[in-house]
């Protein structure tokens, strides 16, 4: 299983758009990304998933260079409510073991 | 998108007696389902893979008598913990994928040992 890097806090402000980038250098030809948002005390959420250049969705847009060796998880527009933990998770799609690395505690500040 | 839930959301119980944790997904069958323990300010530590008719999987280090997991059904895992002790006091989370799209997660289950 590919291990992942990711910085371990962020600080932002309302409004502004952030960026969490993900190294996972040991990526294998099969392995998806996936980010998750994670409030205290509940479950993980997903929020995107991407193999290759880019995905964008209702919340945010996962950026993938060719080499796939990290990923950016680029939320618009943050707001007070963003204020979690995202994980960035590397594995196979469909009942992969999925092993969480450290994540990135992202505070967002009025 | 699918939903596993998790029962129930929070139990306190004495040392020493077992606890059961259920995991389901409810629109959608799984024959592998995943426990996580979580302790405060840290990540998901993956303890078990549950699987469907047979045997569970314990990652290096998760005692299997102590924490026993049962997957009777497409539908439903069970997390058992025996005798637990304050130590046990965790955050415990399941996770299940329906075909080849994301893995869900419940909400988790707070577990008080006192």
């Known amino acids: 299983l590919a291990k992942t890097t990711q910085p371990i806090s962020m600080d932002s402000y309302e409004g502004q758009e952030v960026n969490i980038t993900c190294s996972h250098n040991?990526?294998?030809?099969?392995?998806?990304i996936t980010w998750y948002q994670q409030f205290p005390s509940q479950g993980p959420r997903f929020i995107i998933q991407?193999?290759?250049t880019k995905v964008t969705n209702e919340v945010a847009s996962l950026f993938i260079p060719a080499d796939r060796k990290s990923s950016t998880l680029s939320l618009p527009r943050v707001s007070l409510s963003d204020t979690a933990v995202y994980y960035c998770?590397?594995?196979?799609?469909?009942?992969?073991?999925?092993?969480f690395g450290a994540g990135t505690r992202l505070f967002v500040k009025a | 998108g699918a939903v596993v839930s998790q029962h129930p959301s929070r139990v306190i119980c004495k040392s020493g007696t077992s606890v059961k944790i259920e995991c389901r997904s409810l629109?959608?069958?799984?024959?592998?389902m995943f426990w996580y323990r979580q302790f405060p300010k840290q990540s998901l530590m993956l303890m078990a893979t549950?699987?469907?008719?047979?045997?569970?999987?314990?990652e290096q280090g998760v005692e299997k008598d102590k924490f026993l997991i049962n997957h009777a059904s497409l539908t439903l895992s069970t997390l058992t913990v025996t005798s637990a002790h304050p130590e046990d006091s965790s955050f415990y989370i399941c996770?299940?994928?329906?075909?080849?799209?994301?893995?869900?997660f419940g909400q988790g289950t707070r577990l008080t040992v006192v």
């Open positions: 996770s299940a994928t329906p075909s080849d799209t994301e893995a869900f």
């Open positions: 040991n990526i294998a030809t099969n392995d998806y």
């Open positions: 991407g193999y290759k």
């Open positions: 998770l590397v594995g196979e799609a469909g009942g992969f073991k999925t092993i």
């Open positions: 629109d959608f069958q799984a024959t592998t």
């Open positions: 549950s699987n469907e008719g047979s045997k569970a999987t314990y």
